[in-house]
């Protein structure tokens, strides 16, 4: 069939399908099964109210459970056996990554990745939410630093190559270096240690957009009554800014924080298309492609890795979940 | 936000030039981008695209002629360089004017215009600002001429060929449309069912929500990678393979996590006492999430649609993994990734002006959506 | 708009027309009208006679794209018009990784090229490629030159753990050229080195004219780093017998063997050398291999030699002519070990993946002349096949590679195309980067590589 008619089928069929399910369910549940009248209907009304919930999160959750927690669990599973899944070998698997050095390095820069690229991008966020906000031209601001965030990963390893390319005929940074400074050309992909930075600003250069969209929304959000007051105090701006205005969003922005942590425990294209993953640039996420669809029990191991160090941040995020609900 | 404090002429002009320099950073790498996809190849290799509207400096080769005319013991030809069609093939318009020349390839502006090259045993050649040339050789010139290399400024050149090249090539509109009809459905139907799931855990009581919130949210660390083969064999299992299906099952379920905490995280600052009150009117809550909570997080379902349609619009794995590798099937990352970089691998300016056009459409879309994007992802900002 | 602009607009317009036609109508539009040309028409017309597959799809994958893929559709095309099927073709810059997940996902292609055939192998021990009938290891001595090394790459093992024969080789490309300027080698008073010792006197005496000898560009995104594997390889033809090599391609000795070692030293005489190369040895492994080749056509030139496959040429500036611009000589033997003239090349295998008569009757059609001397008439690759005149070929330069290959004493597969995809396509290319650029000694490389094959075991 015409993809496009399976499209728009789809669309009607997939909106009409989810609201009729669960006005169908609901008009079940509150009509047929429990119905709010007859003796039984304060039982009715109670019994109602403990389905519905389930109602209600029931496609969510069959979702869920089969692309992400069955994969999940599967995976556990297969990590504990070979290559091509026939023989099991335990933590065979995980005690060969620890002794591989390839294996440390990419721990090593995922550490590397999970620091920088949230404190700069959220930061980069905050200044920009802030300084946005009070000028006129704020808004077209605010769609320019957001831009890269439309761009696909494909899009952007194209556009950092014309800034870090080492023929300053190409490469913006090597062109300033040798106009402005005449200095030699530089190739900052191979700097050791240091090329690690310049991948990861490209996240940041992306991420910076979305940090900055919610912190200005968290920045409107605190009442004018409260920096009124600290200004006939005789507060100045930076006074205003962290004592007063950081605090008011803070759980915002450890919100946004672990968000992109999260995201940069899990982002390999960046590494992948520029490098390969040669020169020391190697993180967890690029260097488990290197056995994906090869040596499954390996791939599935590093993956595994790749959420149990993401799963602290994930607590501190549940908690501050947690304390919302109350 | 107009405060007293922020009025000092010199702390506006801090903010305005802090704010530039920010943006500046921001969008240098993309307008170079967008430069060089107006640009040729080999202009790209010569020149950096900040001097894409400056002339560029080639160096260029090209033949005398042969007519010669005695002078002497010697013989004179004279003509233009231009006239060769070899020199002019390396310019692109009008050539400006000569700077130097040689007759070796390793040294190609040894001399001057204008002045005369001693070539050694009474041989000279003399090039011009213009192109005209006048080469005195002792031997009668035989079936070709004699090699001129030069160095002359190339006007700049800016062309749509590029674009043209990508939009009319080889597919490039059926797997735009491809993208759209994969991005559409895959940004609706989360949204929907992550609404009602985001409404349950936000404003139903029930035993382990706190439980469910916290697993939801937790599923956001999965590698997507590590899901793709195994669903991929569900797939197969149930009939479903390689398809458009698939895949808007597929980024349902991977962009479920993400639409399921920013949505109840927006639900649960809407005020509670809109829902009290419906509620103690007899509202069913199925009437309440139709009626009340559904409008009032208008907001929060377009920013969360924005995200959802970038992520996958640009999406290059998913697509990959859950459509088939037909050529009719292929999405525009998938197009670029695959299939530009291989042939054309070499020519930056193709594969600038087909990032651009698979960039035109989320662009769009942010910018007509952008007023939701703030009001959007506040909890409680609705006072 | 200028007349200029105008004009060189309808001409783009027109080539695009033409080949979007090409490319659509692939069962209308024959490049050599039937009869025509140096072909064996009469075999052509006894398949077609008693193949009939009207009405029928056949589906073939490959990693060719753009007009690589406009080039086989060409060839398609043909099978098309004898059979009356209507053949769809789909390639993918990362068909190594889309194959496998179309295996995966169950749904692979009718019939598979692989560009690589170790690749292939690894699928054939899967079971997931069809066997050919047992008389095609005769076809291949019968019609190949050096048939039985040919038929020995086609035949990997299968799931019962006992070689067959699953693919038809479709394209081959010769690896062990040098290119260069022939204008820029007279105005310097060069010589084409017959040795490689003299290759070596030449790259000391363009230093000391004040030229880099060597343009190297190892970058290719993901793949960065696959040049230098066909240098060593080269190498390692050059300084060992060619059962050496065998053994190095299969791990029967490690990788870190003294010999191969050595070989991977004699790419490094050259590649690290901060002089011999353009930009320096590290610069080298960040220029993308297809900027590379420019170096050659500049003025000045930035070097005097690239040595890199048959199919570089699809990458030089517009307008190179092959044989005036820019030519080829063979990268040199040493005269001093006594090896003869080894040659290094590549080749896609047309597979079988689904078992179906149109499959095997596309088996049939490539053990016909006719598609190998239409791949030599495209300029493109070349083939072995012996029963192609070499007026097949569409320029002298085809003649001239197709020469070499026929005329080797030895020739042997692109060592990494053959070795499983974690060595072949992974270890060794980032092993080759990091040597290039110092990070790792000849030795600590080869160990890394000889590692990576211990943990597939």
Same mark, same amino acid.
């Given at each position: 069939?015409?993809?496009?008619?399976?499209?728009?089928? =789809?669309?009607?069929?997939?909106?009409?399908?989810?609201?009729?399910?669960?006005?169908?369910?609901?008009? $079940?549940?509150?009509?047929?099964?429990?119905?709010?009248?007859?003796?039984?209907?304060?039982?009715?009304?109670?019994?109602?109210?403990?389905?519905?919930?389930?109602?209600?999160?029931?496609?969510?959750?069959?979702?869920?459970?089969?692309?992400?927690?069955?994969?999940?669990?599967?995976?556990?599973?297969?990590?504990?056996?070979?290559?091509?899944?026939?023989?099991?070998?335990?933590?065979?698997?995980?005690?060969?990554?620890?002794?591989?050095?390839?294996?440390?390095?990419?721990?090593?820069?995922?550490?590397?990745?999970?620091?920088?690229?949230?404190?700069?991008?959220?930061?980069?966020?905050?200044?920009?939410?802030?300084?946005?906000?009070?000028?006129?031209?704020?808004?077209?601001?605010?769609?320019?630093?957001?831009?890269?965030?439309?761009?696909?990963?494909?899009?952007?390893?194209?556009?950092?190559?014309?800034?870090?390319?080492?023929?300053?005929?190409?490469?913006?940074?090597? @062109?300033?270096?040798?106009?402005?400074?005449?200095?030699?050309?530089?190739?900052?992909?191979?700097?050791?240690?240091?090329?690690?930075?310049?991948?990861?600003?490209?996240?940041?250069?992306?991420?910076?957009?979305?940090?900055?969209?919610?912190?200005?929304?968290?920045?409107?959000?605190?009442?004018?009554?409260?920096?009124?007051?600290?200004?006939?105090?005789?507060?100045?701006?930076?006074?205003?800014?962290?004592?007063?205005?950081?605090?008011?969003?803070?759980?915002?922005?450890?919100?946004?924080?672990? =968000?992109?942590?999260?995201?940069?425990?899990?982002?390999?294209?960046?590494?992948?298309?520029?490098?390969?993953?040669?020169?020391?640039?190697?993180?967890?996420?690029?260097?488990?492609?290197?056995?994906?669809?090869?040596?499954?029990?390996?791939?599935?191991?590093?993956?595994?890795?790749?959420?149990?160090?993401?799963?602290?941040?994930?607590?501190?995020?549940?908690?501050? @979940?947690?304390?919302?609900?109350? | 936000?107009?405060?007293?404090?922020?009025?000092?002429?010199?702390?506006?002009?801090?903010?305005?030039?802090?704010?530039?320099?920010?943006?500046?950073?921001?969008?240098?790498?993309?307008?170079?981008?967008?430069?060089?996809?107006?640009?040729?190849?080999?202009?790209?290799?010569?020149?950096?695209?900040?001097?894409?509207?400056?002339?560029?400096?080639?160096?260029?080769?090209?033949?005398?002629?042969?007519?010669?005319?005695?002078?002497?013991?010697?013989?004179?030809?004279?003509?233009?360089?231009?006239?060769?069609?070899?020199?002019?093939?390396?310019?692109?318009?009008?050539?400006?004017?000569?700077?130097?020349?040689?007759?070796?390839?390793?040294?190609?502006?040894?001399?001057?215009?204008?002045?005369?090259?001693?070539?050694?045993?009474?041989?000279?050649?003399?090039?011009?600002?213009?192109?005209?040339?006048?080469?005195?050789?002792?031997?009668?010139?035989?079936?070709?001429?004699?090699?001129?290399?030069?160095?002359?400024?190339?006007?700049?050149?800016?062309?749509?060929?590029?674009?043209?090249?990508?939009?009319?090539?080889?597919?490039?509109?059926?797997?735009?449309?491809?993208?759209?009809?994969?991005?559409?459905?895959?940004?609706?139907?989360?949204?929907?069912?992550?609404?009602?799931?985001?409404?349950?855990?936000?404003?139903?009581?029930?035993?382990?929500?706190?439980?469910?919130?916290?697993?939801?949210?937790?599923?956001?660390?999965?590698?997507?990678?590590?899901?793709?083969?195994?669903?991929?064999?569900?797939?197969?299992?149930?009939?479903?393979?390689?398809?458009?299906?698939?895949?808007?099952?597929?980024?349902?379920?991977?962009?479920?996590?993400?639409?399921?905490?920013?949505?109840?995280?927006?639900?649960?600052?809407?005020?509670?006492?809109?829902?009290?009150?419906?509620?103690?009117?007899?509202?069913?809550?199925?009437?309440?999430?139709?009626?009340?909570? $559904?409008?009032?997080?208008?907001?929060?379902?377009?920013?969360?649609?924005?995200?959802?349609?970038?992520?996958?619009?640009?999406?290059?794995?998913?697509?990959?993994?859950?459509?088939?590798?037909?050529?009719?099937?292929?999405?525009?990352?998938?197009?670029?990734?695959?299939?530009?970089?291989?042939?054309?691998?070499?020519?930056?300016?193709?594969?600038?002006?087909?990032?651009?056009?698979?960039?035109?459409?989320?662009?769009?879309?942010?910018?007509?959506?952008?007023?939701?994007?703030?009001?959007?992802?506040?909890?409680?900002?609705?006072? | 708009?200028?007349?200029?602009?105008?004009?060189?607009?309808?001409?783009?317009?027109?080539?695009?027309?033409?080949?979007?036609?090409?490319?659509?109508?692939?069962?209308?539009?024959?490049?050599?009208?039937?009869?025509?040309?140096?072909?064996?028409?009469?075999?052509?017309?006894?398949?077609?006679?008693?193949?009939?597959?009207?009405?029928?799809?056949?589906?073939?994958?490959?990693?060719?794209?753009?007009?690589?893929?406009?080039?086989?559709?060409?060839?398609?095309?043909?099978?098309?018009?004898?059979?009356?099927?209507?053949?769809?073709?789909?390639?993918?810059?990362?068909?190594?990784?889309?194959?496998?997940?179309?295996?995966?996902?169950?749904?692979?292609?009718?019939?598979?090229?692989?560009?690589?055939?170790?690749?292939?192998?690894?699928?054939?021990?899967?079971?997931?490629?069809?066997?050919?009938?047992?008389?095609?290891?005769?076809?291949?001595?019968?019609?190949?030159?050096?048939?039985?090394?040919?038929?020995?790459?086609?035949?990997?093992?299968?799931?019962?753990?006992?070689?067959?024969?699953?693919?038809?080789?479709?394209?081959?490309?010769?690896?062990?050229?040098?290119?260069?300027?022939?204008?820029?080698?007279?105005?310097?008073?060069?010589?084409?080195?017959?040795?490689?010792?003299?290759?070596?006197?030449?790259?000391?005496?363009?230093?000391?004219?004040?030229?880099?000898?060597?343009?190297?560009?190892?970058?290719?995104?993901?793949?960065?780093?696959?040049?230098?594997?066909?240098?060593?390889?080269?190498?390692?033809?050059?300084?060992?017998?060619?059962?050496?090599?065998?053994?190095?391609?299969?791990?029967?000795?490690?990788?870190?063997?003294?010999?191969?070692?050595?070989?991977?030293?004699?790419?490094?005489?050259?590649?690290?050398?901060?002089?011999?190369?353009?930009?320096?040895?590290?610069?080298?492994?960040?220029?993308?291999?297809?900027?590379?080749?420019?170096?050659?056509?500049?003025?000045?030139?930035?070097?005097?030699?690239?040595?890199?496959?048959?199919?570089?040429?699809?990458?030089?500036?517009?307008?190179?002519?092959?044989?005036?611009?820019?030519?080829?000589?063979?990268?040199?033997?040493?005269?001093?070990?006594?090896?003869?003239?080894?040659? $290094?090349?590549?080749?896609?295998?047309?597979?079988?993946?689904?078992?179906?008569?149109?499959?095997?009757?596309?088996?049939?059609?490539?053990?016909?002349?006719?598609?190998?001397? $239409?791949?030599?008439?495209?300029?493109?690759?070349?083939?072995?096949?012996?029963?192609?005149?070499?007026?097949?070929?569409?320029?002298?330069?085809?003649?001239?590679?197709?020469?070499?290959?026929?005329?080797?004493?030895?020739?042997?597969?692109?060592?990494?195309?053959?070795?499983?995809?974690?060595?072949?396509?992974?270890?060794?290319?980032?092993?080759?980067?990091?040597?290039?650029?110092?990070?790792?000694?000849?030795?600590?490389?080869?160990?890394?590589?000889?590692?990576?094959?211990?943990?597939?075991?």
């Amino acid at each position: 069939m015409n993809p496009l008619i399976q499209g728009l089928a =789809t669309i009607i069929l997939g909106v009409g399908g989810c609201v009729g399910y669960f006005y169908a369910s609901n008009l $079940l549940l509150d009509k047929v099964l429990y119905p709010a009248k007859g003796r039984n209907i304060a039982s009715n009304i109670r019994r109602a109210n403990i389905i519905r919930p389930w109602l209600f999160i029931f496609p969510a959750l069959l979702v869920l459970t089969v692309y992400l927690a069955y994969p999940v669990v599967g995976s556990a599973y297969r990590s504990l056996f070979n290559r091509s899944g026939d023989e099991y070998i335990a933590l065979g698997n995980y005690l060969a990554l620890f002794e591989s050095p390839e294996f440390r390095r990419s721990f090593l820069n995922n550490a590397l990745w999970a620091l920088f690229v949230p404190v700069v991008s959220v930061t980069a966020g905050l200044i920009a939410a802030q300084l946005s906000d009070t000028l006129k031209w704020g808004n077209i601001a605010k769609s320019l630093i957001f831009m890269p965030m439309a761009i696909s990963f494909v899009g952007a390893s194209l556009i950092w190559k014309f800034v870090y390319a080492v023929d300053s005929d190409i490469g913006l940074i090597n @062109a300033v270096l040798a106009g402005l400074f005449g200095a030699g050309p530089i190739d900052v992909i191979q700097i050791p240690f240091w090329n690690n930075f310049f991948l990861m600003f490209i996240l940041v250069w992306i991420q910076t957009g979305f940090a900055m969209v919610i912190l200005s929304a968290a920045l409107r959000g605190i009442p004018e009554e409260t920096i009124e007051a600290a200004i006939l105090d005789g507060a100045n701006p930076f006074q205003i800014f962290f004592r007063i205005k950081m605090p008011q969003i803070f759980s915002t922005i450890v919100v946004v924080w672990t =968000t992109i942590t999260v995201g940069s425990l899990k982002i390999f294209d960046i590494v992948y298309a520029m490098t390969g993953g040669n020169f020391g640039t190697e993180i967890l996420p690029s260097y488990m492609m290197s056995f994906m669809f090869r040596d499954d029990g390996r791939a599935t191991s590093v993956a595994l890795v790749i959420m149990i160090i993401v799963l602290p941040v994930m607590i501190s995020n549940i908690r501050q @979940a947690q304390k919302e609900l109350r | 936000m107009e405060n007293i404090a922020g009025k000092k002429p010199a702390l506006i002009w801090a903010k305005n030039i802090a704010m530039a320099a920010m943006v500046l950073i921001w969008v240098i790498p993309t307008f170079g981008l967008l430069v060089s996809s107006f640009r040729d190849r080999d202009q790209i290799s010569a020149t950096g695209w900040w001097q894409a509207m400056l002339p560029v400096e080639l160096t260029a080769r090209a033949r005398t002629g042969t007519e010669a005319t005695p002078d002497g013991p010697l013989f004179r030809v004279e003509g233009n360089i231009f006239d060769d069609e070899e020199a002019r093939s390396y310019f692109s318009g009008t050539p400006g004017d000569i700077s130097a020349f040689g007759t070796r390839g390793a040294e190609p502006t040894t001399y001057p215009a204008g002045t005369t090259g001693d070539l050694g045993d009474g041989e000279t050649l003399t090039v011009n600002a213009d192109g005209s040339y006048v080469w005195i050789t002792p031997e009668k010139p035989g079936s070709r001429g004699q090699r001129v290399y030069f160095a002359a400024e190339s006007p700049p050149k800016l062309t749509l060929d590029n674009y043209r090249t990508v939009l009319s090539g080889d597919n490039m509109g059926r797997a735009f449309l491809n993208t759209l009809i994969v991005a559409v459905p895959a940004t609706f139907i989360p949204i929907l069912v992550a609404a009602f799931a985001a409404y349950s855990l936000a404003w139903m009581e029930f035993p382990i929500r706190g439980l469910l919130i916290a697993g939801i949210v937790g599923l956001l660390v999965v590698p997507i990678q590590l899901a793709l083969v195994p669903v991929l064999n569900l797939h197969n299992d149930i009939g479903v393979g390689q398809s458009f299906v698939g895949i808007w099952l597929a980024h349902t379920g991977f962009g479920m996590p993400l639409a399921v905490y920013l949505l109840r995280n927006y639900m649960a600052g809407l005020p509670r006492d809109i829902i009290e009150c419906a509620r103690v009117d007899g509202a069913t809550d199925f009437q309440i999430f139709t009626k009340i909570i $559904l409008p009032l997080s208008l907001p929060a379902l377009a920013s969360f649609a924005i995200f959802q349609f970038l992520w996958t619009w640009n999406d290059l794995l998913v697509a990959k993994v859950f459509l088939p590798s037909a050529d009719e099937a292929k999405v525009m990352t998938v197009k670029i990734a695959d299939d530009l970089l291989g042939s054309r691998g070499g020519d930056w300016g193709i594969l600038a002006a087909a990032a651009f056009v698979s960039i035109a459409v989320p662009l769009g879309v942010f910018f007509s959506l952008q007023r939701f994007l703030v009001r959007g992802l506040l909890a409680g900002s609705v006072k | 708009m200028t007349s200029k602009f105008r004009t060189a607009l309808f001409c783009s317009s027109a080539i695009l027309a033409a080949s979007l036609a090409c490319a659509a109508s692939a069962d209308s539009h024959l490049r050599f009208p039937i009869g025509e040309g140096p072909f064996d028409w009469a075999e052509f017309q006894a398949f077609a006679d008693s193949h009939d597959f009207s009405g029928q799809t056949l589906d073939i994958a490959g990693a060719g794209t753009g007009r690589d893929a406009d080039l086989l559709r060409e060839i398609f095309a043909y099978f098309a018009e004898a059979t009356g099927a209507e053949v769809k073709y789909s390639g993918s810059d990362s068909y190594e990784q889309d194959i496998v997940i179309a295996v995966q996902a169950g749904t692979p292609p009718d019939v598979a090229l692989f560009p690589q055939p170790g690749l292939a192998a690894d699928l054939a021990k899967q079971g997931n490629l069809v066997p050919l009938a047992e008389d095609t290891q005769q076809w291949y001595i019968d019609n190949f030159a050096a048939g039985e090394s040919w038929a020995d790459l086609a035949s990997p093992t299968g799931p019962d753990g006992k070689p067959h024969v699953y693919g038809i080789f479709n394209a081959v490309d010769v690896k062990s050229l040098v290119w260069y300027s022939p204008e820029a080698f007279d105005e310097n008073g060069y010589d084409i080195p017959e040795s490689m010792e003299e290759l070596k006197t030449l790259t000391d005496t363009m230093v000391d004219d004040g030229l880099t000898p060597f343009c190297l560009g190892l970058g290719a995104g993901a793949g960065t780093g696959w040049p230098a594997t066909d240098w060593v390889e080269d190498f390692i033809l050059r300084t060992q017998p060619p059962e050496v090599y065998d053994q190095w391609v299969k791990n029967e000795i490690p990788f870190n063997d003294p010999r191969v070692v050595a070989a991977i030293e004699e790419y490094g005489y050259f590649a690290r050398n901060d002089d011999y190369v353009d930009g320096g040895s590290s610069a080298a492994a960040t220029i993308d291999f297809r900027d590379s080749p420019d170096g050659l056509f500049e003025f000045p030139p930035k070097c005097m030699m690239h040595r890199q496959a048959s199919f570089i040429p699809t990458f030089f500036p517009d307008g190179i002519v092959i044989g005036e611009d820019a030519d080829f000589f063979y990268f040199p033997a040493y005269e001093s070990k006594d090896l003869g003239r080894p040659v $290094l090349g590549s080749g896609g295998l047309a597979t079988i993946m689904q078992d179906k008569p149109i499959a095997h009757a596309f088996m049939a059609f490539l053990q016909t002349s006719l598609p190998h001397a $239409l791949t030599a008439a495209q300029g493109k690759t070349l083939t072995p096949h012996t029963g192609v005149s070499l007026d097949a070929y569409a320029n002298d330069t085809g003649r001239a590679l197709a020469e070499i290959l026929l005329s080797a004493t030895t020739f042997r597969f692109d060592g990494s195309d053959l070795m499983p995809g974690e060595i072949g396509t992974d270890a060794f290319w980032n092993a080759m980067v990091e040597y290039t650029t110092g990070s790792l000694t000849a030795d600590e490389a080869a160990a890394a590589i000889q590692a990576r094959w211990d943990s597939i075991r």
